[in-house]
């Protein structure tokens, strides 16, 4: 073993970096051979006691002994044979140390090999267990240690090692790196610092820039990525929070720091991989009084801030306060109830005040009334800059952030099967809170996209030939108006193109010699000129748009707002089945704000066959993307349909007391069975959102679609057979509907009319059936709950979704709740010897009033308490502090 346990690292009292900056930190970097000797015979001490350890030990003992003899080379095959008759790789019950550090302690590299791959265990090697004697994971020690040859290994399984991971002090295996170190030069060989921080923690502010917890960590490629497109789609990873949370401890009257270390309570990681649900387990419940409620309220809704997108963690906080009050305390029904009733409306209202409504239309630009024209861009001028001024930022970051919290709020609850049987009220508002996210979550995605409606959508034209399209709107009878100057623009764009090619070409022809006549044919002369311009024409098609006409709004703008969505419920861990709820509700209202304002639009520009092309092409965008998007929701597995039917009342209700003509429950979906039939459009039905997304967003935007192919056709029609075989075509779209396009529609140059018997038609079909033009933009349907298979079969099996705390949040409840009974009890105190004083002074007075008038004289201002008991829990007030300063004004009162 080597002489200097740090390897080749130098050993300073304090480290400085390549510019001179010291960069120690206290209580991380300890560099010093002194600490790193200490440590290691911590390490050793383990070792020796093994001579007196319990036989039943067996080769796990002789595992660490042969492990920790210098005296033998590295026995592959004898540790590979005590190592079958190990039943846990992971276990450190004997001396606080599993055998994984022992073998980077002893620098063993060979073995670490065998270790993870040996299949007779119990459970899999775990890379990020810590010791229980210094408290650094593999890695750490690896690092420590400068064992080069050990951190190879270790290298070779970094897809199961958490480098961000830290012990109970705080310290991960990045504030024990010094730049420049032989172990520096290792990782960055290997590419190592591309784990750094891996799930990336971003500093919540109402800044527009994200940043690390660490100044000066690179972000995670991915992480960064997605945040560059939503910083495109005009959105961002950061948080919007009040100001007064950022001062929550300050204001607070504890004295405790939630975010510094603890090491008395028992680490997060040493909890074990599953959650006991059935029966209450320490450290697995927080213990709380009606008086901490509000606090621990006021902390809950500043979790998304110290914890981004850990959405177990304010679901776990409220769900352990809840079983500990469900069955620990004596009035539990209000407790349970108080708590979480409070927690909802916290929770809705702060999403409500920390969201402002971005919008950036004017009112022009929301019934679709929109003119290109000089002079009415001139006319609007100021106002325009006044209605366009961007307000704060919507936050779908935090309004999905809680629906993920609410999601697993919801699966916990449900794994008490009696619960919501006992609390019916809970699960109706927990429905209630959630459909009000998800419809804010909606509203603030709208509010981005409602404004890109014209610009990135109605207005956007690719097609040079809908560019180029004259309109009979644009003459008069002077036959002079836009199309003049329409028409002179092209014009004159295609000479100067032609006259560009010209002059490049006889610019070419300068550099070579005339070889050619010069007495050409006329005839040749004007073939050559016909072919340039065709060429010019061909160029013109292929060549890509100008950088002016890129920077302009696109369907892509559109496309990056759903992605957005799309990313931040994936972000949240939100369930599949209130993703797909999101998503459709935000397709919706999308198509039929769109379809609205292609029928509102007063200008008529929209109305038209060539206008209508290009739109269709223009949504293509968005359908490409939601095929490479496409979501489908697994059935729910273990439930027949009688239980089906039947849930979610079967969470609330006994099975023989459920009514389905009566429910208990409202704004939910059913489950109702629909036989073969292929496509469901009922969306009050469960299986709506069970069908892909794919298929949805095509229920949802074929009015829109329809509309547009309307558009296309209206003006060929010249019977009315043919008009009936459209309209059979178009089944989404009303009489009404169909009439108003055509009263409105622009007609191009040349363009035949509407017949007037066709249009005659239609007015009578509108009349007789229903006059509902326009779509409702906002509808809002009804929530689809996960059955509890469904939550079993994605969460259950997974670490990470378990109601675990980490240290600081649990030590904080546990401070509070101690901080605020002793507070309480020094008020009682205080308040009880205010009661007794007060009620002494009354007998003394009282006493003394009724001897003076008796005339007794054994009983005087001397010797008072020979009459009355002498108080049990307070000192009272002595005489020369009421009778006497009563009598005597003179007399002054003692100031202690």
Not at 658 to 685: A, F, R
Not at 754 to 761: D, H, T, Y
Request: glycine share 4%; hydrophobic share 35%; charged share 25%.
């Amino acid at each position: 073993m080597d002489d200097n346990l740090w390897g080749d690292f130098a050993a300073p009292t304090e480290a400085t970096d390549r510019n001179g900056v010291s960069t120690a930190q206290d209580g991380a970097r300890e560099m010093g051979s002194g600490a790193a000797n200490d440590k290691v015979s911590a390490i050793k001490d383990t070792v020796t006691r093994l001579d007196h350890a319990d036989p039943k030990m067996g080769s796990w003992s002789e595992l660490v002994q042969l492990i920790a003899d210098e005296t033998r080379g590295e026995e592959l095959t004898t540790f590979k044979d005590l190592l079958q008759d190990v039943s846990d790789v992971n276990d450190k019950l004997q001396t606080g140390v599993a055998l994984i550090h022992y073998i980077i302690v002893f620098n063993r590299a060979p073995y670490i090999e065998l270790l993870a791959l040996n299949t007779r265990s119990a459970s899999p090697l775990n890379f990020n267990l810590v010791d229980d004697v210094v408290g650094y994971s593999a890695l750490m020690w690896g690092v420590a240690l400068s064992r080069k040859d050990c951190l190879i290994e270790l290298f070779n399984f970094a897809d199961s090692i958490n480098f961000d991971s830290r012990n109970k002090e705080g310290i991960n295996v990045w504030d024990l790196l010094l730049p420049g170190t032989p172990v520096y030069d290792l990782l960055d060989q290997n590419n190592i610092f591309r784990y750094r921080n891996q799930k990336s923690s971003f500093v919540h502010d109402n800044s527009t820039n994200a940043e690390t917890v660490n100044e000066g960590d690179d972000l995670d490629d991915a992480n960064l990525q997605k945040n560059i497109d939503l910083q495109i789609a005009g959105l961002s990873l950061n948080a919007s929070y009040n100001d007064h949370d950022d001062d929550f401890y300050n204001k607070s009257n504890l004295k405790v720091d939630p975010l510094g270390d603890n090491t008395e309570q028992i680490s997060f990681n040493d909890l074990g991989d599953k959650f006991d649900f059935n029966k209450l387990q320490k450290y697995q419940y927080l213990e709380f009084s009606d008086y901490d409620i509000p606090q621990i309220l006021d902390y809950l809704i500043t979790l998304p801030k110290r914890y981004p997108h850990m959405t177990t963690y304010p679901a776990a906080l409220l769900y352990q306060c809840v079983r500990y009050a469900d069955n620990k305390k004596k009035n539990a029904k209000a407790e349970v109830q108080s708590l979480l009733f409070l927690a909802f409306t916290k929770i809705a209202s702060s999403i409500s005040t920390a969201n402002v409504t971005t919008s950036t239309e004017t009112t022009n630009n929301e019934g679709g009334d929109n003119d290109d024209d000089e002079n009415d861009n001139q006319r609007r001028g100021a106002s325009s800059t006044k209605d366009t001024k961007p307000k704060k930022s919507v936050d779908i970051v935090t309004q999905s952030y809680w629906i993920g919290a609410l999601t697993f709020i919801y699966y916990y609850l449900t794994k008490d099967e009696t619960f919501f049987k006992r609390h019916p009220n809970i699960l109706q508002e927990l429905v209630n809170t959630l459909h009000s996210i998800m419809v804010e979550l909606v509203t603030s995605i709208h509010s981005r996209l409602t404004p890109l409606i014209q610009k990135a959508l109605l207005n956007y034209t690719t097609i040079e030939d809908v560019k180029e399209t004259l309109y009979k709107k644009d003459w008069n009878f002077f036959k002079k108006r836009k199309h003049a100057k329409l028409v002179a623009k092209q014009k004159e764009r295609r000479l100067q193109k032609h006259h560009e090619l010209e002059k490049s070409k006889s610019d070419d022809d300068a550099d070579e010699p005339d070889t050619q006549s010069t007495n050409t044919a006329p005839k040749a002369e004007e073939e050559e000129q016909r072919r340039n311009s065709i060429d010019a024409e061909i160029l013109r098609h292929l060549y890509p748009p100008s950088l002016e006409e890129q920077m302009k709004p696109s369907p892509l703008k559109i496309v990056q707002i759903f992605g957005a969505l799309l990313y931040v419920l994936n972000l949240h861990q939100i369930h599949p089945l209130f993703q797909q709820q999101c998503l459709s509700i935000a397709i919706k209202w999308f198509s039929n704000t769109v379809f609205n304002q292609i029928l509102k639009d007063k200008k008529k520009k929209t109305l038209s066959r060539a206008r209508a092309i290009q739109i269709r092409l223009n949504l293509s965008t968005l359908e490409s993307w939601i095929k490479n998007n496409d979501l489908v929701v697994e059935k729910p597995k273990l439930i027949d349909d009688f239980m089906w039917e039947r849930f979610p009342f079967t969470l609330v209700q006994d099975l023989a007391d459920i009514d389905l003509n009566n429910p208990t429950l409202h704004s939910v979906t059913t489950y109702k069975p629909v036989g073969e039939v292929i496509v469901i459009t009922d969306t009050s039905n469960s299986l709506f959102f069970y069908q892909s997304f794919h298929k949805i967003a095509d229920i949802h935007l074929t009015p829109l679609f329809q509309l547009l192919q309307w558009l296309q056709v209206a003006t060929t029609l010249n019977s009315e057979e043919a008009l009936d075989n459209t309209l059979t075509l178009l089944p989404n779209l009303s009489p009404a509907q169909i009439l108003k396009a055509i009263d409105k529609y622009n007609y191009e140059v040349g363009e035949h009319k509407f017949g007037s018997k066709l249009r005659q038609k239609l007015s009578g079909m509108a009349k007789i059936t229903s006059k509902i033009t326009y779509l409702e933009e906002r509808q809002v349907p009804l929530v689809a709950l996960p059955t509890v298979p469904e939550l079993t079969d994605l969460f259950a099996n997974e670490r990470d979704y378990q109601p675990f705390l980490p240290d600081d949040i649990q030590d904080f409840v546990y401070e509070l709740h101690d901080a605020n009974h002793k507070m309480r009890m020094n008020d009682i105190m205080d308040d009880h010897d205010m009661v007794e004083e007060t009620e002494l002074q009354k007998e003394l007075s009282y006493g003394n009033a009724n001897d003076v008038a008796s005339g007794n004289p054994s009983i005087t201002a001397d010797n008072i308490f020979n009459s009355i008991d002498e108080p049990t829990s307070t000192v009272a007030q002595p005489v020369w502090g009421s009778v006497a300063a009563t009598n005597n004004d003179e007399f002054e009162t003692n100031p202690w």
